[in-house]
């Protein structure tokens, strides 16, 4: 994802979000790029969605306490009900003095309907 615009999610993980290593936790790192998603999905879906797929998720390199997390996503492809989010997780650090891509996925929603069933996305 060559062309990063405003990023949809930043945030600072904590020193709860520490694993055994001393990095932030895989897990938290997968639910950020969910919540991420899920914004721009309902945007696109108008309403309700799910996330129903990661695929291709890649951890590049850690994620330290006191990195400022940035979520970028893009809509890389539609189907009738559901959409692949592209999202890219980049690590600012030492105050702004550098940047690090640290991982990026490929997450799958589907719109729902009042009964949390697969509807037909709104046109584009």
Known sequence: M??????VLRVVPQHRDINSN???????VLSQMDIAGGIIASNVCQG?????????????APILVRDVISIYGRVVK????????KLEVVATRD?????????EG????????????PRPLPPS
């Open 2 to 7: 060559s062309e990063r615009k405003d990023p």
């Open 22 to 28: 001393g990095h932030i936790f895989g897990g938290w």
């Open 48 to 60: 309700a969605c799910a996330t129903v797929a990661i695929e291709a998720m890649e951890f590049i």
């Open 78 to 85: 539609r189907g009738r009900t559901s959409l692949a989010i």
């Open 95 to 103: 105050r702004g003095a550098s940047e690090v891509k640290v991982t």
């Open 106 to 117: 490929l997450f799958t929603f589907v719109a729902l309907d009042e009964n949390h069933r």
